[in-house]
């Protein structure tokens, strides 16, 4: 019988974080303070299904750091969230947050539930009750939730809602992600996929890549992952691969995204798309390519698969795809890997644009949104090399160690209270 060993997200958070410290020699007192979260909030509660049976749910609300800001981070709905997995992607939003300098902290949520198992009036009542369980922790000026995996703009306005219901006015700053006609910002749908590319661009002209006719893969064919297959494509990149939860499709002549879109808006999923060969989630990530992006979920490249990856840049939408034993490998074999909480920090990015405009009821042009997101990836990524290349470090701890001294430097400022 094969065992499988449960990989920690929450861990592997902590080994990077750790390794990035010791880059910067950060002090003990704020090493051990960073570490763990500051507040942490399991809730469980009823919810009543369509045929009338109460089930019991559970869910959580993590908030790593508030030292820059407010907490900032999404809220995902799958059966496998626990509660480790929350602290790490808590963790990683305020890593996420300083590396692109904008002023928030980190924080995650997650509930317990399959929601392609739910009805739409299912989903509602489980957000509202969510929402209204954590509700005393999040405020536009305490901690901001916003979409993650299988949560949408939808989602966004049922909590945004649920939280003015019980304040009594209407609060568009304290989620974002949400709908444009209720506060939402043009180009937040597309803004992880944009950032990732905007990355993915500078990445290829530091190594002398040539994007058009550049081959993708595309492990994860949601909200990111279509998105970047649809914006490499519009670069003149080849999308020669791409998977969903159900399996992954494998078309060397290149597809369209747009299409394959439309065939698992049809289906249901990607599988079938025209004369594809039909390839597993774990396949996709090892066929030759000049560009992987995953973008699903944590710890699909590990010890036992970094050796037969063969693309020339890993680009991580997704949070946390690559355990810290596969950077190590990967980085021996030459994969230039753009970290997660750099890579994907485009979605917070915009959420903070949001925000901005929900506080000042002043709304942007698509066309400064993009103008700005670019700004702010082109700086980091260059930051980001500058601190990777300044510590001879792999680029993930390189970008750990742009974030990790900006969080340190608020604490040192703001001192022990009391
Ligand atoms: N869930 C996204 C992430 O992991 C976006 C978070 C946000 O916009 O607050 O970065």
């Known amino acids: 019988m094969e065992i499988k060993t449960v990989i920690n997200p929450f861990e592997n958070a902590l080994k990077n974080f750790d390794m990035a410290a010791d880059v910067i020699h950060l002090e003990d007192n704020i090493r051990n303070h960073i570490r763990l ?52 992607l808590a963790a990683w939003m305020t890593w996420k947050c300083a590396v692109v300098g904008i002023p928030f902290g980190g924080a995650k949520g997650g509930v317990v539930i399959d929601p392609k ?48 219901m019980i304040s009594g006015r209407t609060v568009l700053g304290v989620v974002t992600g949400k709908p444009i006609s209720i506060g939402g910002s043009q180009g937040r749908n597309e803004a992880t996929a944009r950032g990732t590319v905007f990355t993915i661009e500078k990445a290829a002209k530091k190594l002398g890549i040539k994007l058009n006719g550049a ?46 879109s439309i065939h698992k808006e049809l289906t249901g999923s990607v599988l079938g798309f025209k004369d594809s060969e039909k390839i597993s989630n774990t396949e996709i990530l090892e066929l030759p390519c000049d560009i992987l992006i995953p973008a699903a979920l944590e710890n699909v490249i590990t010890e036992d698969n970094a050796g037969q990856i063969h693309a020339r840049i890993i680009a991580e939408a997704a949070n946390g795809p690559v355990i810290p034993e596969a950077d190590a490998i990967l980085h021996d074999r ?68 742009t974030a990790v001294a900006k969080v340190a430097e608020a604490i040192r400022l703001r001192g022990v209270f009391p």
């Open 215 to 260: 081959s993708v893969v595309v492990q994860g064919f949601g909200n990111a992952g279509s998105i970047a297959a649809r914006l490499m494509f519009d670069l003149g990149a080849k999308i020669i691969a791409v998977s969903d939860s159900k399996g992954g499709i494998y078309y060397p002549k290149g597809m369209n995204p747009t299409e394959v």
């Open 117 to 164: 198992k739910m009805s739409m009036s299912e989903l509602e009542r489980v957000t509202r009750r969510y929402t209204s369980e954590i509700a005393f922790m999040i405020g536009p000026d305490k901690d901001i939730p916003a979409p993650d995996v299988y949560t949408n703009s939808q989602t966004m306005a049922w909590m945004m809602d649920t939280y003015s």
């Open 334 to 401: 030459g994969v230039f890997v753009i970290p997660d909480i750099l890579a994907n920090a485009g979605g917070v990015t915009v959420s903070y644009f949001e925000w901005v405009q929900d506080n000042y009821s002043f709304f942007w042009k698509t066309m400064d949104i993009n103008k700005y997101l670019k700004e702010v990836m082109d700086e980091s990524f260059d930051n980001v090399m500058a601190i990777t290349e300044k510590h001879k470090v792999n680029t993930r701890i390189g970008a750990y160690a």
């Open 37 to 88: 979260p500051e507040r942490e909030l399991t809730v469980n509660f009823p919810v009543r299904l369509d045929n009338g049976n109460v089930i019991s749910v559970t869910g959580y609300r993590v908030q790593h750091s508030t030292a820059r800001g407010p907490g900032k981070g999404g809220v995902r709905f799958h059966p496998d969230v626990n509660i480790d997995e929350v602290r790490a």
